[in-house]
């Protein structure tokens, strides 16, 4: 089976950061080494006559001011690598529940709907779009308020309103839903608030329950 760009990229991705970590801690270490052997050469340079234990380790005071040094280069070095490697598994973790979101809303007989604060689709499952008679394409980007009867907009628009104006975060309407050729059907339309990482309102989202 072929792989899909996104999948490909994601694996991309994924090697990039994870070289991008474990080279950050080598290099870390590099530099603890390098400072180590930097301090070696000034020394070397300053006193050739001076012993190599004292070229390398140095004077108690020096031994301790190199270790001290080299350990927080190899600590950042350490710190990037594992946050750049807890952020990659809760990007994948997250990927996990949105698939296991999409089966499940996939699975469900009810039509799901998600739309933003002027009544247009962005997402529907694919019980939606036998509940509509239509394809994805002909509901993604139309407004919801054009499949109610006429008679029922003002009562869907006194909900929607209050979800959006945060005057409640959810409610049920029992109405009648315009499909092609003039057919009507009955329906429940639950209705809830959307809210984004911040908590804030994201738009709407429910599910249409046909209960003719």
């Not at 380790?57 to 690598?81: A, D, R």
């Not at 139309?142 to 628009?157: A, E, G, R, V, W």
Request: glycine share 6%; charged share 30%.
């Amino acid at each position: 089976m072929a792989l899909t760009y996104d999948e490909v990229f994601g694996k991309k991705k994924k090697t990039i950061d994870e070289r991008i970590g474990d080279s950050m801690l080598a290099f870390a270490i590099g530099l603890a080494f390098f400072f180590w052997f930097f301090s070696v050469l000034i020394r070397f340079l300053d006193s050739p006559d001076l012993s190599l234990r004292l070229l390398f380790i140095g004077t108690e005071l020096q031994f301790y001011e190199k270790l001290f040094g080299s350990t927080l280069f190899i600590v950042f070095g350490s710190h990037v690598s594992s946050s750049i490697k807890k952020q990659r598994q809760a990007e994948k973790n997250f990927k996990i529940i949105q698939k296991k979101h999409h089966i499940i809303l996939e699975s469900i007989e009810e039509g799901y709907y998600e739309i933003d604060f002027s009544g247009e689709f962005k997402f529907i499952n694919k019980s939606m779009c036998t509940l509509l008679a239509r394809n994805e394409k002909e509901i993604i980007g139309t407004n919801i308020i054009s499949y109610l009867d006429d008679k029922y907009i003002p009562h869907f628009n006194t909900l929607f309103n209050k979800i959006k104006n945060n005057v409640g975060r959810s409610g049920k309407i029992k109405c009648k839903l315009k499909l092609k050729e003039g057919v009507r059907k009955d329906v429940e339309i639950s209705v809830s608030q959307i809210l984004d990482t911040d908590l804030k309102s994201d738009g709407v989202s429910g599910i249409i329950k046909d209960i003719s």
